[in-house]
């Protein structure tokens, strides 16, 4: 049996229908801000698939400039250790040329006091000499007085009076340190211990020598 529906009932569903555009509209937007989420949603995933491979492309830069570095730091200290050996190196050439320059200092210095010794020797060789006086002895033979210095140091000279006969070779000397002046020098040659004494003794060898010098013989 049909249902009787009440005019309140009636009523109702009026309004329900009446409500049906309107709850459809907001169906119809919400499904099409739904499709939207979806879509930003796609985009959101896109993006962090996006943001991961950056981030994983990151770490292998990261990773390669590690490598970089860490070759840079073994090339460095490489060049820091080989710089070192050149130091050290050039320490031991150093030292090296510093001993050759002590063994040729201490030539030199011993070069220098064979020198030195070799001027002290000439100076104390007597020169040709100054003849001082002659005598002749009773065959004709000279008897020679001769004055010549062994020394000489700027505050005096040491004089060397020699008197020779040419006859039978006796010699006599006498020496005597004297200043550069005049007077010294005559009292030297004429003092009774020294030059006078040499003098007086040629005379008298030659009052009584007779020796003549024999020619040397011929070369064969
Ligand atoms: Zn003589």
Not at 162 to 188: A, M, N
């Amino acid at each position: 049996m049909p249902r009787v529906l009440s005019n309140r009932h009636v009523a109702d569903l009026k309004a329900h229908a009446e409500q049906l555009p309107r709850v459809r509209t907001q169906y119809e937007r919400l499904k099409t801000e739904l499709e939207q989420q979806r879509q930003k949603t796609t985009r959101l995933e896109n993006d962090l698939a996006k943001a991961g491979q950056t981030l994983e492309a990151a770490a292998a830069t990261a990773k390669k400039a590690e490598a970089v570095a860490h070759a840079r730091y073994r090339q460095t200290d490489q060049q820091l250790c080989a710089a070192r050996q050149q130091l050290v190196d050039a320490g031991f050439r150093e030292r090296r040329l510093q001993e050759s320059i002590a063994v040729l200092h201490a030539e030199i210095k011993k070069l220098k006091a064979a020198a030195e010794r070799a001027a002290v020797i000439a100076a104390q060789q007597p020169g040709p000499g100054e003849n001082v006086v002659r005598y002749l002895n009773l065959v004709g033979a000279h008897v020679d007085v001769t004055l010549s210095s062994l020394h000489q140091d700027g505050t005096g000279t040491e004089l060397l009076l020699v008197s020779l006969c040419s006859g039978c070779g006796y010699t006599k000397q006498e020496s005597g340190w004297v200043r550069d002046i005049p007077r010294e020098r005559r009292e030297f040659l004429e003092g009774t211990f020294t030059g006078g004494k040499i003098k007086q003794w040629a005379q008298e060898h030659a009052a009584n020598c007779r020796a003549v010098a024999l020619p040397a013989p011929a070369a064969a």
